[in-house]
């Protein structure tokens, strides 16, 4: 797939408006709406396992996560006009295949996570949504996705 320079603008644009708003919430809401969609994932999160009653607004680890799954994406979709291809870096892309293999992340789960990705993006920025700025996140996510899964198999 080809991915335009006009993509790469409407994704990284839709994050630099989102990161300019207090992050904690963009995290917290992207969180919740994963739960939202599916309960049980909550189980999969060590740090919310043992973290007791620890409200989950307050948990130090929850926004860092979460900016970290859309910095990754923006780097995807910068990836992806330049090469066509997403080439995380090697050793990132082996911890995470390694971390969502040991976590029990299946197929159905990557779904679960981009819709609630473009819904956290969609809420953040409604003035700049438009149905091929969900294109060009879909695809990045994606992509990102599907090199993610390649390196959970290995690691399986
Ligand atoms: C942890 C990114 C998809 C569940 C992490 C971490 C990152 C990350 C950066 C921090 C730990 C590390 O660096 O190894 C991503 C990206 C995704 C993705 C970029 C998609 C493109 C998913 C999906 C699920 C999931 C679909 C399932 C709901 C988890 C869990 C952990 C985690 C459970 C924490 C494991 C633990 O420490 O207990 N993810 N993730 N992730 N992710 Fe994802
Ligand atoms: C890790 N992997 C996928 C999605 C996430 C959302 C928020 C915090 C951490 C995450």
Known sequence: ATFS???????????NAMKGQPTADVALKFFLRIFEIAPGAKQMFSFLRDSGDVPLENHPKLKSHAVTVFVMACESATQLRKTGDVEVRQATLKRLGATHAKAGVADAHFEVVKTALLDTIKDAVPEMWSPEMKGAWEEAYDQLAA???EEMKKAA
């Not at 320079?5 to 994050?15: F, N, P, T, Y």
């Open 5 to 15: 320079e006009e993509q790469e603008r409407l994704v990284l644009s839709a994050w």
């Open 147 to 149: 090199a993610i899964k």
